[in-house]
């Protein structure tokens, strides 16, 4: 099974930049779609960007144009460079296959976009 560990969040200034790293210990990584997925609290988890094999990207309308999602198969991990953060991207941040195949969810990255 395929083990997620998530990192790079953290609290942020409005405004302000992070990126997300994602590794991936699994064999099929090159030939996986992979996403990025938020979880606000009280809320459910909402899809916010999308990798596919060649490397076409797609985000919601909510990201698109502040976010990048990158991957890099030779390290097997995924990234996403978030850009023009406002508290409304405040979330736990999760990496994983797309579309999702499992109940299996890394531990996640809590972002935190706050004065």
């Known amino acids: 099974q395929v083990q997620l560990v998530e990192s790079g969040g953290g609290l942020v200034q409005p405004g302000g930049s992070l990126r997300l790293s994602c590794a991936a210990s699994?064999?099929?990584?090159?030939?996986?779609?992979w996403a990025w997925y938020r979880q606000a609290p009280g809320k459910q988890r909402e899809l916010i960007a999308t990798?596919?094999?060649?490397?076409?990207?797609t985000y919601p309308d909510s990201v698109k144009g502040r976010f990048t999602i990158s991957r890099d198969n030779a390290k097997n991990t995924v990234y996403l460079q978030m850009n023009g953060l406002n508290p409304e991207d405040t979330a736990v941040y999760y990496c994983?296959?797309?579309?999702?195949?499992?109940?299996?969810w890394g531990q996640g990255t809590p972002v935190t976009v706050s004065s």
């Open positions: 699994t064999t099929i990584f090159r030939i996986t779609a």
């Open positions: 990798i596919a094999q060649n490397f076409r990207t």
């Open positions: 994983n296959r797309y579309p999702v195949t499992t109940n299996y």
